[in-house]
């Protein structure tokens, strides 16, 4: 009989595939410093940057913005802590395209400075025109919160899509087992895998975290 590690250990890699990629942006809740000017139209909304859409014309609807003010942002709740293996952000095309360049990607668990004070994992010198824009770790970084904030004076964010890709963080034992492969590795490193469109990075590192924690559980077991 299959002891009980291996069969749960098999049955998560067998949905670990393209299809179980989820955007977990898809399912949060998004907020943000402002809102621009006429939002009854639906134009600018924080939910806008999490409807699945990636249209990068503001005027279609598809897209979040706030006002010109100091220190814009634009928050996701996750609704619980995930290691997140990528991020994707689609910048404006029909114009204004600049406007990205410079905001600072954080995530963590804390809402202290409406959550912008969580660790900074990324700043964005530029997106082209309409492009999406895919930001990767290897070893993933952890949070409920994701932020995008545009540090300086008369500043405005928009933000046509962000997706959030990654798996449920450990807890406890779990947590303490699988941490066990972070200590051999390198700090935390992140890599642009690419611009535009493509395949959303996400499941391999949950490959490599399940190997680490039911090899343990396995060898505990035995």
């Known amino acids: 009989m299959m002891d009980f590690p291996v069969f749960s250990f098999l049955f998560y890699?067998?949905?670990?595939?393209?299809?179980s990629w989820q955007n977990l942006a898809l399912r949060g809740k998004a907020t943000q410093s402002d809102l621009v000017e006429y939002p009854y139209?639906?134009?600018?909304?924080?939910?806008?940057?999490?409807?699945?859409?990636t249209d990068p014309n503001y005027y279609h609807g598809s897209c979040s913005s706030t006002d010109w003010q100091q220190n814009p942002w634009w928050r996701v709740d996750l609704l619980d802590e995930y290691t997140i293996t990528s991020i994707v952000i689609t910048n404006r095309g029909d114009s204004c395209s600049e406007l990205i360049n410079g905001a600072e990607v954080h995530v963590g668990n804390s809402l202290i400075n409406n959550g912008n004070s969580n660790?900074?994992?990324?700043?964005?010198?530029?997106?082209?025109?309409?492009?999406?824009?895919?930001?990767t770790w290897d070893k993933g970084v952890s949070g409920r919160y994701v932020n995008v904030i545009i540090p300086g004076n008369k500043r405005m964010l928009i933000l046509c899509e962000v997706e959030v890709y990654g798996y449920p963080t450990p807890h406890g034992e779990d947590k303490r087992n699988s941490s066990l492969l972070h200590k051999t590795q390198p700090a935390l490193q992140p890599q642009n895998l690419h611009q535009g469109w493509g395949i959303r990075f996400g499941c391999w590192p949950d490959i490599f975290q399940a190997i680490t924690w039911w090899a343990t559980k396995f060898f505990f077991f035995l």
């Open 13 to 19: 890699m067998s949905k670990c595939g393209p299809a």
């Open 41 to 53: 139209t639906g134009h600018g909304h924080a939910y806008n940057a999490i409807d699945g859409n």
């Open 119 to 135: 660790l900074r994992v990324w700043v964005i010198t530029s997106i082209p025109p309409g492009r999406s824009h895919t930001f």
